[in-house]
């Protein structure tokens, strides 16, 4: 079982990036999918999720309005779309699986974790 996330790199600040989570090994269509972020010497965040069947989302406020997460149950994939990027969002980010249908905020609840994509934003 394996998730891969792809899409990072460097990107000017104002500047757009899509992230994609590929799940391999099962497919992950019953289960709530997250995007976790971790920045240099933070905590590893919650920065969006979304239901098994796409119909419930949920983002952490930064990410109101510039991130919009989704989901593809037929090529078993979650995308990130990142828009309006700052320097402050310059992380590792991570997709992850819960062991639930719907996708929570906490890190406890998604036993799947992808490798990680590095994002750079530069001013």
């Known amino acids: 079982v394996q998730l891969q996330a792809s899409g990072g790199g460097l990107v000017q600040a104002g500047g757009s990036l899509r992230l994609s989570c590929a799940a391999t090994g099962r497919t992950f269509n019953n289960n709530g999918m997250g995007w976790f972020r971790q920045a240099p010497g933070k905590d590893r965040e919650f920065v969006a999720g979304?239901?098994?069947?796409?119909?419930?989302?949920r983002y952490v406020d930064f990410a109101k309005g510039r991130f919009t997460i989704s989901r593809d149950n037929a090529k078993n994939t979650v995308d990130l779309q990142m828009n309006s990027l700052k320097p402050e969002d310059t992380a590792v980010y991570y997709c992850a699986a819960s062991r639930k249908g719907h996708s929570t905020r906490l890190h406890s609840d998604y036993p799947y974790w992808g490798q990680g994509t590095l994002v750079t934003v530069s001013s």
């Open positions: 979304i239901s098994w069947n796409g119909g419930s989302t």
